[in-house]
């Protein structure tokens, strides 16, 4: 039996590869369509959103409808408080959810649904800040808004040319700039964004070195002066593999068990400041744990000692503990 694959399977094989670079090059070119399209209005709608005192709702029907969910949840996660109202359910008490002080962003590829009159009666009642997202420049949304912003005039990726895909992908695009450059300007950080990501990976990659570190009782902490046999002790029952050597509080050094091993020709006879490293690689308690994890695999330790501004000693991050919150 021949192991080489009929021609008609290789050819529907190269169909299908085909037809999916074609619709990543579509709209792959969109987006570069929209880019350069840029103008006055993508700065009018990035002020509206961050001079925002209320709430930034999102709305649209359909397709639209999903992608205004995800802009509204990428806002919500980036430091600006939004949420997605229904049009239909808007139309039966919704509506009593917008505000004066919120901003809304309309959704519609035709500019012309009519499921969305309601909220923009709505807004234009109670001068609510409209943002309306369409590609026909003359329809009702984009005319309406107090912000038009027009998708530029570009295919739809599927054969038919009638499937919401180029479009949806340039509306969810421009959500993501909008948030991102809302962010920008607000000038959010990375602690601003554990805020609103205490979970998962992202939350894990956030964490600080205070929030894993051992501290107090726990820290392995012996004086200059204690003899060899009391740094053992501390070692064995911190189970850190490691002690701290300090002067007047201060970390001088540190007793690992690779010191150990290099002086154990009168070991018990000698204190801890003739054994011990000095200098020792330290880290601050609001460093990331990422950082910690990254200098402990460079230096290929398995622990750090967490110091304050005077080198005193506050905690010890061990490679374990980044492992067991997911740092990695």
Not at 97 to 106: A, E, L, Q, R
Not at 151 to 162: D, F, S, T
Request: proline share 5%; with cysteine; charged share 15%.
């Amino acid at each position: 039996m021949s192991d080489t694959a009929p021609v008609s399977d290789i050819n529907a094989q190269t169909a299908v590869l085909a037809t999916g670079a074609r619709v990543l090059r579509t709209e792959g070119e969109a987006l570069l369509l929209f880019a350069g399209s840029l103008d006055d209005n993508f700065v009018r709608a990035v002020e509206l959103i961050h001079a925002c005192i209320g709430r930034v709702i999102l709305s649209g029907m359909g397709k639209s409808g999903h992608i205004g969910r995800k802009i509204a949840a990428t806002l919500a996660s980036t430091g600006t408080p939004s949420f997605f109202v229904h049009p239909a359910e808007a139309s039966h008490g919704d509506l009593g959810m917008i505000t004066p002080d919120d901003v809304c962003i309309v959704l519609s590829n035709s500019g012309e649904t009519s499921e969305l009159s309601d909220i923009l009666a709505h807004t234009r009642r109670f001068s609510i800040p409209l943002i309306g997202v369409a590609s026909r420049p003359g329809s009702t949304l984009l005319t309406t808004a107090d912000v038009p912003l027009l998708l530029p005039n570009a295919p739809e990726a599927c054969a038919i040319g009638m499937a919401p895909t180029t479009s949806t992908t340039m509306t969810l695009a421009l959500g993501d700039a909008l948030a991102v450059a809302v962010m920008e300007k607000r000038g959010f950080q990375p602690t601003d964004f554990k805020v609103f990501h205490p979970g998962g990976k992202l939350g894990a990659q956030l964490l600080t070195v205070s929030a894993l570190m051992h501290k107090g009782e726990e820290l392995p902490l012996i004086g200059e002066g204690a003899p060899m046999s009391e740094a053992l002790l501390v070692m064995t029952a911190k189970s850190f593999g490691v002690v701290g050597v300090c002067n007047g509080g201060v970390l001088t050094g540190i007793i690992t068990d690779g010191d150990l091993r290099r002086h154990m020709d009168g070991l018990m006879s000698r204190k801890a400041a003739e054994v011990m490293h000095r200098g020792p690689r330290t880290i601050a308690a609001g460093h990331l744990a990422v950082e910690a994890l990254g200098v402990m695999n460079d230096r290929k330790i398995t622990c750090l000692f967490v110091v304050d501004e005077a080198n005193t000693p506050v905690g010890l991050i061990h490679i374990h503990d980044c492992l067991r919150a997911g740092v990695a």
